[in-house]
């Protein structure tokens, strides 16, 4: 007889969702899960998430659109992966780390929601790095 997350394992694996990963990254860490996903932590997955960089980095240099996809949704199960960890352990959520995102890629980019409009890459470049600097509490 099959289990309850063997039943929807199909319909997870079908979906295209964020929220259908994060699903399947909860019955993987839950008892009865993965035994090699539940012994992990965050300090054990940096390996992973290096080396699913360096395999992104590999197929943008040659082009290889298909494995980029692929790669790419590596890099965001190591998110979704240290964010469910982090979810067990009451730090934050992927949730957290999605609205966490948002706001900086709103705050950094004044040019484009709202503030004066920038014309070239340079321009962005300083300004962002000016934003940076007093976020991280320095002078800009």
């Given at each position: 007889?099959?289990?309850?997350?063997?039943?929807?394992?199909?319909?997870?694996?079908?979906?295209?969702?964020?929220?259908?990963?994060?699903?399947?990254?909860?019955?993987?860490?839950?008892?009865?899960?993965?035994?090699?996903?539940?012994?992990?932590?965050?300090?054990?997955?940096?390996?992973?998430?290096?080396?699913?960089?360096?395999?992104?980095?590999?197929?943008?240099?040659?082009?290889?659109?298909?494995?980029?996809?692929?790669e790419l949704g590596?890099?965001?199960?190591?998110?979704?992966?240290?964010?469910?960890?982090?979810?067990?352990?009451?730090?934050?959520?992927?949730?957290?780390?999605?609205?966490?995102?948002?706001?900086?890629?709103?705050?950094?980019?004044?040019?484009?929601?709202?503030?004066?409009?920038?014309?070239?890459?340079?321009?962005?470049?300083?300004?962002?790095?000016?934003?940076?600097?007093?976020?991280?509490?320095?002078?800009?």
């Amino acid at each position: 007889m099959k289990n309850k997350a063997q039943l929807s394992g199909k319909k997870l694996a079908a979906s295209p969702s964020l929220r259908s990963l994060e699903r399947i990254m909860h019955l993987l860490l839950e008892p009865g899960g993965c035994p090699w996903d539940r012994r992990q932590t965050h300090s054990t997955l940096l390996k992973y998430l290096r080396e699913e960089a360096g395999e992104v980095s590999r197929a943008v240099r040659n082009r290889d659109w298909e494995n980029l996809k692929e790669e790419l949704g590596d890099v965001l199960l190591q998110v979704v992966f240290h964010s469910a960890l982090a979810r067990r352990a009451g730090l934050f959520t992927l949730g957290d780390v999605i609205q966490t995102i948002n706001a900086k890629m709103v705050r950094r980019h004044p040019h484009v929601f709202g503030g004066p409009k920038l014309a070239t890459s340079a321009q962005v470049l300083r300004q962002w790095k000016k934003i940076k600097l007093v976020e991280k509490g320095k002078k800009a």
